[in-house]
């Protein structure tokens, strides 16, 4: 069953709205190079079909799709992520701003696909969130999710290492199957930025995201892995750390249907 985890400072992304959307159109970003042609190739979109991006942030993927030729509507909390979203996008993405649990200008059995990418870890009410993804879809419609891989990434608990007997690098993991909080930095590494601003994530364990789809009616009809795309550095481990990111997922993608 899953557990409600209440944050002590909710904080919307909207607070970092123009260096995120400046991160995502970045050269090389997981988003662009790696997410994306992924999501291309497996969701299958078709011109005409009635996509809902959850959580969508400033609309990357949303007009990534509308581009194939589906009707997209976006939605996000933030109402600063939404307007950059509405200035850059074509005028016939429908945009709106409202929690993923509560989608309540969106009649049931709207859409023919749902997608939700890299958000879900950062919502407390996942529950609501997929029961909301399962109304608004129509019978036969998907739900597609992007998660950080939750068995290789556990914030503040998994990290690199590197083993100097056996040369190998290798995923060091403190915890996984309870079920936690975290306070995430928005902007780690940036060093212009005056007053740091956080958020919450949540990690979550595999069987939980299943559960929770299931109990909602959801058919799990598809699970992918996905590896990075980038490469070290020329070096002494150059060879051992790219091996490991070939062997070790950073996302996973899991593919849902409403059978009825």
């Not at 995502?24 to 299958?44: A, F, W």
């Not at 879809?137 to 007997?165: C, E, I, M």
């Not at 040369?167 to 940036?190: A, H, S």
Request: proline share 4%.
């Amino acid at each position: 069953m899953q557990k409600r985890l209440e944050p002590k400072n909710k904080t919307s992304w909207g607070n970092v709205a123009s260096w995120y959307d400046e991160l995502l159109g970045g050269v090389g970003t997981y988003q662009k190079e790696l997410i994306l042609p992924n999501l291309q190739r497996l969701m299958g979109i078709k011109e005409g079909e009635m996509v809902l991006d959850l959580a969508c942030g400033q609309g990357f993927f949303t007009r990534e799709f509308a581009k194939i030729g589906a009707k997209l509507t976006g939605v996000d909390i933030s109402p600063e992520l939404i307007k950059i979203a509405q200035t850059n996008s074509p005028k016939d993405i429908q945009f709106l701003v409202s929690p993923a649990d509560k989608l309540t200008t969106i009649k049931d059995g709207s859409f023919d696909k749902v997608t939700i990418i890299l958000a879900l870890q950062n919502i407390d009410n996942m529950k609501g969130v997929i029961a909301e993804s399962f109304r608004v879809l129509k019978t036969g419609g998907k739900l597609f999710l992007v998660l950080n891989h939750p068995a290789f990434r556990v914030p503040q608990k998994s990290d690199w290492g590197y083993d100097a007997v056996k040369k190998v690098q290798y995923r060091r993991i403190e915890k996984y199957l309870t079920e936690t909080m975290f306070k995430i930095d928005m902007t780690p590494g940036e060093k212009n930025i005056k007053v740091k601003k956080y958020t919450t994530s949540y990690h979550r364990p595999l069987s939980t995201y299943f559960h929770v789809l299931h109990q909602a009616g959801f058919l799990i009809s598809d699970l992918d892995e996905w590896v990075s795309h980038k490469k070290s550095q020329v070096g002494p481990k150059q060879k051992i750390e790219d091996t490991a990111r070939k062997e070790i997922p950073l996302f996973m993608y899991i593919e849902a249907i409403k059978t009825k």
